[in-house]
C-alpha cells in the first residue's frame, strides 16, 4: 500500500479489465452520456415550446388587431373563422414536431437535430 494522505486509502494501480475502477469508470461513462443526452432533449423540447408559443403569440396579436379594425359583423366573423383555423393548424403542426421529437427520442436517444448534424459528418 502506497502512503495515502489520511483519510483517503490508496487506490490500486491495476487498471485491468478484472480491475474493480474498470467497471465503474465505464459506468460513469455511460451515466455522462445519459445526462449530456437527456440535457441535449430538454434543450430541444423548451426551444420547441418557446418557438411556438412565441409563433402563437405573434398570430394571436396579428388577430385581435384585425378584430379590432373590423368595420361590420362579417369582417369579425371572417377573421374569428380565419383564426380558429389558423390556430387548428398551428396546434396539428405543433402536436407532429413534438411526437416526432418524442418518438426520436424512445427510438434513438438523440434529437433530431443531432442526427441531422450526424448525416452532415457521415
Known amino acids: 500500500m502506497t ?12 487498471a485491468g479489465p478484472w480491475s474493480p475502477l474498470a467497471g465503474l469508470t ?24 418557446a418557438r411556438f408559443v412565441d409563433a402563437r403569440w405573434t398570430g394571436n396579436q396579428r388577430a385581435w388587431s384585425a378584430l379590432m379594425a373590423a368595420r361590420d359583423l362579417g369582417d369579425l366573423v371572417r377573421l374569428q373563422q380565419d383564426w380558429w383555423q389558423q390556430a387548428a393548424q398551428d396546434y396539428t403542426r405543433e402536436a407532429t ?14 434529437t433530431p437535430s443531432v442526427q441531422a448534424s450526424a448525416e452532415l459528418v457521415a
Open 97 to 110: 414536431r413534438i411526437a416526432r421529437l418524442a418518438t426520436s427520442l424512445s427510438l434513438t436517444g438523440t
Open 26 to 49: 465505464s459506468a460513469a461513462t455511460v451515466a455522462a452520456d445519459a445526462m449530456q443526452a437527456c440535457s441535449e432533449a430538454c434543450s430541444e423540447w423548451q426551444q420547441e415550446t
Open 3 to 14: 502512503n495515502a494522505p489520511f483519510p483517503y486509502p490508496a487506490l490500486p494501480a491495476a
